[in-house]
């Protein structure tokens, strides 16, 4: 049945199924914290309805790189927003608005995506962290990423052409002596075309290409077809920058077990619709399944795996200034 209770209203839009209560609390003058109807502590009252300590520290928990001397400020600010929203929600629930369809039914999503995606999580708490060896055998088997590993200044140029064209201009870049001679060659043929310059370390390109770019010597260039043409990829210039197993061992860590997470739950989901009766109705009647069904439902791990080595990378940086 809808409801119209301010508090309940907000937690059904708002709540997340893992969240971690950090130790940071307000700091209450003079007093005892009050405690709510659940037991929580008592941040604010606001009309009929509170913001706990709880809340606070559940959306502290989700600020990633706040350092410990910035808790208390940040805390005062997101108590701020909480009362906000507490007072938004109030006046919702005051129009009845938790109870139009529209709502309900985002409600109703958010609680089956809060659902799955715990129960997803669930199911990859059973993936064992890698050993030093595995460690040290990623390592070894990715140099561009860490021993060997370079910051590449790259110029893209995005050109829209047919496929009979995109071969063409493979053939005609064999007869052009630089990325200026090719560019000419695009405008006097009038193919629309549009540059970007950038500098790309190597656990920020796609895995796909880094294996190219990383083969390539600088000044070299490649024309790969796209969607909608092709893209010349000119490796400008690049200089070393690697990192040493030790750096590296938590991002590989990490990498490694989000690896392992992923596969145990498209494992899972595949064994839940195997045992499951799947009946397509209406006009996905006699639809297959796609392809990379049990894939699409897997929840983002964090960090991810570009993140992670970035931050190995970072640290390493870091530590060499």
């Known amino acids: 049945m809808p409801h119209s209770n301010p508090r309940s209203a907000r937690h059904a839009v708002t709540g997340w199924v893992t969240a971690l209560v950090v130790a940071a609390t307000l700091p209450m003058a003079g007093c005892e914290p009050k405690k709510s109807a659940d037991g929580s502590q008592v941040a604010a009252k606001v009309n009929k309805g509170e913001v706990t300590v709880q809340e606070i520290n559940f959306v502290l928990q989700q600020q990633r790189g706040l350092k410990p001397e910035q808790t208390e400020a940040a805390s005062r600010q997101i ?32 609680r089956r995506e809060i659902l799955s995606r715990a129960y997803l999580e669930k199911a990859g708490e059973a993936a064992t962290r890698p050993t030093a060896e595995e460690v040290a055998q990623y390592y070894e088997a990715n140099p561009a990423l860490f021993k060997e590993r370079r910051v590449y200044s790259l110029q893209e140029i995005a050109i829209e052409a047919t496929p009979e064209q995109v071969a063409q201009l493979k053939a005609k870049m064999a007869d052009l002596r630089n990325v200026g001679e090719f560019i000419e060659y695009l405008k006097a043929n009038d193919y629309r075309f549009t540059g970007n310059q950038a500098v790309r370390a190597a656990e920020q390109l796609p895995l796909a290409s880094l294996g190219m770019i990383s083969g390539m010597k600088d000044g070299e260039a490649i024309l790969n077809p796209t969607a909608s043409g092709a893209l010349l990829v000119v490796r400008a210039g ?37 045992a499951a009766k799947v009946e397509y109705a209406g006009p996905f009647a006699g639809a297959a399944p796609a392809a990379d069904a049990a894939s699409a439902a897997l929840p983002a791990f964090a960090p991810a795996a570009s993140e992670a080595l970035d931050a190995a990378h970072g640290a390493k940086e870091g530590g060499s200034k």
């Open 79 to 110: 108590l701020e927003r909480l009362i906000d929203q507490e007072l938004a929600v109030q006046k919702a629930a005051e129009l009845k608005l938790d109870q139009e369809p529209r709502v309900l039914q985002q409600i109703e999503a958010s």
């Open 238 to 274: 690049s200089r070393p920058q690697p990192v040493a197993l030790d750096k590296a061992t938590p991002a590989v860590e990490q990498f490694l077990l989000n690896a392992r997470k992923r596969e145990l739950i498209v494992k899972d989901i595949k064994a839940l619709r195997a």
